[in-house]
């Protein structure tokens, strides 16, 4: 009987194992998935600051050489105010 219960412990043990790799390896598919969502997620926001970065040094290429007049940035009415 001692070979017989020493097969089945074998066997248990071994099915333990393979249990916890199953498991090991569907969290690790579970990581690769998460790192390749974020990766994505990473290339679309380099791609968004690429284009802000452009639209920014096209802005500073567009103002004038002396900066803004004051009448630019004056936030009330131009010219006379007919009541």
């Known amino acids: 009987m001692g070979r ?13 194992w393979r249990q916890r790799l199953e498991a090991l390896e569907r969290s ?14 990473l290339a679309r926001v380099h791609q ?9 040094k096209e802005f500073v290429e567009m103002r004038p050489a002396g900066g803004f007049s004051v009448r630019e940035v004056t936030v009330g009415p131009h010219g006379p105010v007919y009541r």
């Open 28 to 41: 690790l598919e579970e990581l690769l998935e998460k790192r390749r969502r974020l990766e994505q997620r």
């Open 4 to 16: 017989a219960d020493s097969a089945i412990a074998g066997v248990q043990e071994r099915d333990k």
């Open 48 to 56: 968004e600051l690429v284009k802000l970065q452009r639209t920014s």
